[in-house]
């Protein structure tokens, strides 16, 4: 059983930051690749970001290449989101997932085997 906590979001202006953290339980962190998905009201759960479990490879939509960082700690058993030059449209709960079985970068929500509660990210125009 894997449990993890996101924690930093809240409200930030247009072009602001924000960095998220997720933290995992367990120590058998660093076998896991990790992702971050955002699903914004109405609409379904996506993949934002993906990172394996060294950290060697990454993945990242479209939409915020060039904006967002995902990184890992293994020695904290955490994972984090940077969020730069932040838009309105990028306003959603922010979802971290585990995914146990193979270690690599992927990006369907049905590769993820536990998730975490969400935290809230509202971009203000």
């Known amino acids: 059983q894997v449990q993890l906590v996101e924690s930093g979001g809240g409200l930030v202006q247009a072009g602001g930051s924000l960095r998220l953290s997720c933290a995992a339980s367990?120590?058998?962190?660093?076998?896991?690749?990790m992702g971050w998905f955002r699903q914004a009201p109405g609409k379904e759960r996506v993949v934002v970001a993906a990172i394996s479990r060294t950290g060697g490879s990454t993945y990242y939509a479209d939409s915020v290449k060039g904006r967002f960082t995902i990184s890992r700690d293994n020695a904290k058993n955490t994972v984090y989101l940077q969020m730069n030059s932040l838009k309105p449209e990028n306003t959603a709960v922010y979802y971290c997932?585990?995914?146990?079985?193979?270690?690599?970068?992927?990006?369907?929500?049905?590769?993820?085997?536990?998730w975490g509660q969400g935290t809230q990210v509202t971009v203000s125009s």
């Open positions: 367990g120590r058998t962190f660093s076998r896991y690749a």
């Open positions: 997932a585990a995914e146990t079985r193979w270690g690599t970068v992927v990006a369907r929500t049905t590769d993820y085997d536990y």
